[in-house]
């Protein structure tokens, strides 16, 4: 079975500081991976993928992802925390099984950054 | 210039109505979704559609039937609303089916069934 986990329902971050997001996977097959930013009462924004190639993928709002295989992980990270990246995170996968671009997303995880 | 809109918002409504939430999308995608968000945030999909033909039909009770007029638009109607409906349901649009196209969600319509 297919499944996606953010191990952490909340991180909490002072500003400037790095921050991690983490997500683990279990998948059939290459697993393209997706991580999605939810603000209050808003809907999902795209902040990166990870389809082929290079390990390390750079998104939106400075932020970046490293794919790793052998752990089975796509944790998001930022080199310096903003305030206004306080929000819910959503990692996602997709297994070559998934019909029609189904994604399996993980339970999300609440960030907080604190001034 | 919205991506993808739904309306309404927000709809509360009694036990045993049925009611219909609406989406469009002008980003000249071919491929659409309905996500139901529950009350813990966790997200799961529940129907996909690629120019008007259905593609992702999940374990969703009947009483839900999503509708594609063309391929800008998915509406979703339900019918004899329960309290367990209650959610947060998302649209989405991605470029085709191909599973590496990111999607583009709407701002949700948050569904109160009472």
């Known amino acids: 079975a297919q499944s996606v986990a953010q191990p952490e329902d909340q991180v909490n971050v002072a500003e400037g500081n790095p921050l991690t997001v983490k997500c683990t996977y279990s998948v059939s097959g290459n697993p393209y991976l997706f991580w999605y930013v939810q603000y209050p009462n808003r809907g999902l924004q795209f902040l990166l993928k990870y389809i082929t190639g290079d390990n390390l993928v750079k998104g939106s709002y400075g932020f970046e992802a490293e794919f790793n295989k052998s752990q089975t992980s796509f944790h998001l990270k930022k080199p310096s925390a903003l305030v206004s990246d306080s929000a819910l995170y959503f990692c996602a996968v997709s297994s070559p099984y998934n019909q029609g671009g189904k994604l399996i997303f993980g339970q999300g995880t609440e960030l907080s950054v604190k001034p | 210039d919205t991506a993808v809109s739904q ?7 009694q036990m045993g109505n049925d009611k219909s939430i609406k989406c469009e999308q002008n980003l000249g995608h071919d491929t659409m979704y ?12 529940m129907f996909s559609y690629n120019n008007k033909e259905l593609i992702i039909n999940e374990t969703v009770p009947n009483r839900f039937s999503p509708k594609s007029p063309d391929k800008a638009h998915l509406n979703l109607h339900i019918n004899s609303l329960e309290l367990g409906d209650s959610a947060v349901y998302f649209c989405a649009s991605s470029q085709a089916t191909a599973r590496a196209y990111e999607q ?6 948050r569904l109160t069934v009472t």
């Open chain 2, 34 to 45: 309905w996500y139901k968000q529950d009350s813990k945030k966790f997200l799961k999909i």
């Open chain 2, 7 to 13: 309306t309404p918002k927000y709809l509360v409504t």
């Open chain 2, 104 to 109: 583009y969600f709407g701002p949700g319509t």
